[in-house]
């Protein structure tokens, strides 16, 4: 096994023990990047002289007795909306040429206060205004899409080329990337990250996470990440929580919401079959699954898209006069568009929003947590813009892949999207658990005790040679 | 095209009194575009907001700006 294989917890326990060191696992992960970059392009900049440096002030520091903690010198990709200080952060945008960050992101800041080596930028569809991440290719297969917007770190993550990786996400953009690639994402409750130096896609809707690829690795880096932030208006105290789980699978006690409507409407018979699979692995592991009704699910899309595109075209109002041009032409539209929606359509959005977070904590009232599909189908091929569904309607393909984790963004609720096996072409499937707010920690026990139970899809197939 | 939607020239006329001045061959996919989000968005028409109020949140105390797309 190759150091850059090390899932961060592995990595992590073989630099305590010193059997691995930091500069031997950032080399390891930059010679991968050299060689997967030129296929996958998942990086928009690679940072080895910065890694290389940070490696070896780690190793320096190991050396006299200093630990930082379980992410001190392990190789990490940061999404290319978060800002480090001396970088430019492009949002994969024309619009941002020239830019460089004066100062770290809170959650930049926090990475390098615990030691991560930091190897890149990932791409991002261009501001995180979409759902493909077009300039990444698909770490299991060539012609099919990264899923977005944080394509780049879910497929660095995935290839290898990063430990972990921190993504945001609006309306699914850590999740639908995490899904397609086979590996996890965390979306926080909104608040407990903060986002103070990340690029906005919209304020109210806005979240950061991380990917990885184990479930324990995703408690790992959120424990390194939580912790309130003055500058986010929305930030929150960090719970006095624990979030590593344990290492027991029993999860009797454990009830686990099985929806009735919505999250298996239109969704690939294989995609349900697998989550359906899933599901009762939870339930022999002791779960009691209770069926649940999702609330209010006619006003979703009504709702996510009244708050983000108004959110989206105030935040880009002054680029969107002085530099149009420069934006791709799915993002402009969708900003130009915006200018258009009332005050009226936004305030009714907010307060639709209101109905349903309560009518979602009353939901959560009778489960500990939510299983459903992360997204209703596999990585499309790159250029399909529509499915067709059984009963012959019609869904742009973004449409599809934002459809099932958008709610957890309107509410709040943390989901985790955890790896759920393959479809018949070799694709990732992923299911997602949805919490009470700030219950990361009974999603990362649950995600982690499937994931003992011999899960793992193991690396994306390598082409050949 | 139902009775609310945007004309090219009306979607030009309102994205121009919002401060975005649209060029001639932007109108027409700006229009549809903006009557395609208009369509989705006005379903929530149809609730009984009642007393609820809107779910924007800040605080009170307030904090710095950051600039600078």
């Known amino acids: 096994m190759q150091p850059y294989e090390l899932t961060v917890a592995e990595a992590a326990e073989a630099v305590r023990t010193r059997t ?28 080895a002289d910065r890694a290389r440096a940070t490696a070896r002030q780690a190793e320096t520091e190991l ?37 460089r960050a004066q100062t770290d992101s809170t959650v930049a800041a926090r ?11 990932t791409h991002t569809h261009e501001f995180a205004y979409g759902l493909t991440t077009p300039q990444t290719v698909n770490a299991w297969h060539p012609e099919r899409v990264a899923g977005g917007s944080s394509g780049g770190s879910a497929v660095a993550v995935a290839a290898g080329a990063a430990a972990f990786a921190l993504g945001t996400d609006t ?7 995490a899904a397609l690639n086979g590996v996890v994402g965390l979306k ?34 959120l424990a390194a990440l939580v912790g309130h932030e003055p500058r986010d208006p929305a930030s929150t105290p960090a719970p006095a929580v624990d979030y590593r789980p344990g290492p027991g699978t029993d999860l009797t006690g454990l009830r686990v919401g099985v929806p009735g409507n919505y999250y298996f409407d239109h969704v690939d018979p294989e995609v349900e079959a697998a989550v359906r699979r899933a599901i009762g692995r939870l339930e022999e592991l002791g779960a009691r699954l209770v069926d649940v009704e999702i609330p209010m699910t006619r006003y979703i899309r009504a709702t996510q898209w009244g708050l983000m595109v108004p959110e989206a075209t105030a935040y880009h109002e002054r680029t969107l006069r002085e530099v149009p041009d420069l934006y791709g032409t799915d993002v402009r539209v969708l900003l130009e568009a915006g200018e258009l929606l009332s005050a009226g359509d936004y305030l009714r959005a907010q307060r639709a929003r209101t109905l349903m977070r309560q009518a979602w904590q009353d939901m959560l009232e009778a489960v500990d947590l939510i299983a459903a599909p992360t997204v209703p189908l596999t990585a499309v091929n790159v250029g399909r813009t529509s499915v067709t569904w059984g009963d012959g309607s019609v869904e742009s393909v973004p449409e599809a892949y934002v459809r099932l984790s958008a709610p957890a963004n309107l509410t709040g609720v943390p989901s985790l999207s955890v790896p759920v096996g393959l479809d018949a072409a070799g694709l990732p499937i992923g ?23 011999g899960t793992a899809l193991g690396p994306p197939p390598e082409p050949a040679a | 095209m139902s009775a609310s939607d945007l004309t090219p020239p009306e979607a030009a006329r309102w994205a121009a009194r919002s401060g975005l001045p649209l060029a001639p061959d932007r109108h027409a996919e700006v229009a549809a ?37």
């Not at chain 1, 992410?71 to 020239?98: C, E, F, Q, W, Y």
């Not at chain 1, 990475?111 to 890149?120: C, E, I, N, R, Y």
Request: hydrophobic share 45%; proline share 7%.
């Open chain 1, 111 to 121: 990475l390098a206060s615990a030691g991560t080596a930091l190897v890149g930028k």
């Open chain 1, 63 to 99: 050396a006299e007795g200093i630990h930082r903690g379980p992410l001190h010198g392990i190789p990490a990709g940061l999404k290319d909306l978060i800002d480090v200080a001396g970088l430019p952060t492009t949002a994969s945008s024309r619009v941002r040429n020239g830019h």
């Open chain 2, 33 to 69: 575009t903006a009557d395609h989000i208009h369509a989705v968005v006005s379903l929530l028409r149809e609730l009984d907001f009642g007393d609820a109020p809107p779910a924007a949140a800040y605080r009170v105390e307030g904090e710095p700006y950051d600039a600078a797309v």
């Open chain 1, 20 to 47: 691995v060191s930091p500069v031997e696992l950032v080399n390891s992960a930059l010679e991968r990047i050299a060689r997967v970059q030129p296929r996958l392009r998942a990086f928009t900049a690679v940072t």
């Open chain 1, 188 to 221: 926080p409750t909104y608040g407990l990250v903060p986002r103070h130096g990340v690029t906005s896609l919209a304020w109210s809707l806005d979240h950061v996470g991380p990917l990885t690829r184990t479930v324990e690795d995703a408690a790992l880096v």
């Open chain 1, 171 to 177: 309306g699914g953009s850590i999740r639908v990337p």
């Open chain 1, 431 to 453: 299911m997602q658990l949805m919490g009470r707010p700030f219950g990361e920690a009974a999603l990362l026990r649950a995600g982690h005790a499937y994931e003992r139970t």
